[in-house]
């Protein structure tokens, strides 16, 4: 069954420097205060401090971060892209 891996998603956070995430499906954007994943449950933005990539497999869906976690938020992915301000001045209207 193909597309079964990214289908299932799962966050496993281990003393907010350690983030796995399965079922992610593409990378938008990221820098070292933030990624921004798409997932099978919508927009994921990890926010925080000195953030790294560490593993990348788009093909199993797999995405592991380090650093320091401040917060994981989820967003409808048809929200992506639209102009108008930041994400969190979207979800506050």
């Given at each position: 069954m193909e597309g079964t891996l990214k289908d299932f998603h799962k966050i496993e956070l281990a003393s907010r420097n350690e983030l796995r995430v399965t079922g992610v499906s593409e990378v938008h954007s990221f820098n070292d205060e933030g990624i921004l994943l798409e997932t099978s449950l919508g927009?994921?933005?990890?926010?925080?401090?000195?953030?790294?990539?560490?593993?990348?497999?788009?093909?199993?869906?797999?995405?592991?971060?380090?650093?320091?976690?401040?917060?994981?938020?989820?967003?409808?992915?048809?929200?992506?892209?639209?102009?108008?301000?930041?994400?969190?001045?979207r979800l506050l209207k």
């Open positions: 927009l994921l933005t990890i926010g925080g401090e000195n953030i790294r990539i560490t593993k990348l497999n788009l093909d199993q869906g797999e995405v592991a971060v380090s650093g320091e976690m401040n917060s994981l938020v989820y967003s409808d992915a048809g929200t992506f892209g639209k102009k108008g301000g930041s994400l969190l001045s």
